[in-house]
């Protein structure tokens, strides 16, 4: 059973720094991309981070860059979301997704997510 368990998240200000983390289980977590997703009130759910199987390729949500970084341990079988510099337009519920298998490029393919964390509330007060 594929599982993905997010922790983190909450309500902070502008300006300020939280970091979500991912917990998978179930599958091969190390050959597979993973991704950071966003959902607004009202809006579609957006691509913000993917990093490739082997964690040495990342891409971002043009508005995040420079503030978010992706990162994973394939020990560990953990990916976090650092997010630095916080906005009140970063509010949202966050959910972290399991991508394609052994992909090293190109995450922003919302029908390729099969399998999605419970989702983490991000709150920025500004």
């Known amino acids: 059973q594929v599982l993905l368990v997010q922790s983190g998240g909450g309500l902070v200000q502008a300006g300020d720094s939280l970091t979500l983390s991912c917990a998978a289980s179930?599958?091969?977590?190390?050959?597979?991309?993973m991704a950071w997703w966003r959902q607004a009130p009202g809006k579609e759910r957006e691509f913000v981070a993917g990093?490739?199987?082997?964690?040495?390729?990342?891409e971002l949500l043009d508005s995040v860059k420079g503030r978010f970084t992706m990162s994973r341990d394939n020990d560990k079988n953990m990916v976090w979301l650092q997010m630095n510099n916080l906005k009140p337009e970063d509010t949202a519920v966050y959910y972290c997704?399991?991508?394609?298998?052994?992909?090293?490029?190109?995450?922003?393919?919302?029908?390729?997510?099969?399998?999605w964390g419970q989702g983490t509330q991000v709150t920025v007060a500004s």
């Open positions: 179930g599958f091969d977590f190390r050959a597979y991309a």
């Open positions: 990093i490739s199987w082997k964690g040495f390729n990342m």
């Open positions: 997704g399991r991508g394609r298998q052994y992909a090293s490029q190109r995450y922003r393919a919302r029908h390729e997510y099969e399998y």
